[in-house]
Nanobody, 116 residues
Framework: QVQLVESGGGLVQPGGSLRLSCEASGRIFDMYLMGWYRQAPGKQRELVAAISPGGSTNYADSVKGRFTISRDDAKKTVYLQMNSLKPEDTAVYYC??????????WGKGTLVTVSS
């Protein structure tokens, strides 16, 4: 069983930055593919960024060059550094842990609002 708790969301002006954190419980965090997804009102949930156990990353085209995903296995935490935020980045951001064997785990989400 893995529990995921996101934090770091909030209201930020366009062009600003936020860092999201996702802290996991469980003993084998370092074996999970970790991802950040987001869901804007009226839209489907979409992958924002993911990081493998070995540290390989991939990003949605819409956030490349602005967002950075990282992980600290000792702290069982994955981060999403978001820079140059745009109003279209407004969404609930969800943390995801995928073992590729069992069903993935999801956090409850943290709201990011980009508005002046």
């Amino acid at each position: 069983q893995v529990q995921l708790v996101e934090s770091g969301g909030g209201l930020v002006q366009p062009g600003g930055s936020l860092r999201l954190s996702c802290e996991a419980s469980g003993r084998i965090f370092d074996m999970y593919l970790m991802g950040w997804y987001r869901q804007a009102p009226g839209k489907q949930r979409e992958l924002v960024a993911a990081i493998s156990p070995g540290g390989s990353t991939n990003y949605a085209d819409s956030v490349k060059g602005r967002f950075t995903i990282s992980r600290d296995d000792a702290k069982k935490t994955v981060y999403l550094q978001m820079n140059s935020l745009k109003p279209e980045d407004t969404a609930v951001y969800y943390c995801n842990a995928d073992s590729k064997v069992f069903a993935p785990y999801w956090g409850k989400g943290t709201l990011v609002t980009v508005s002046s």
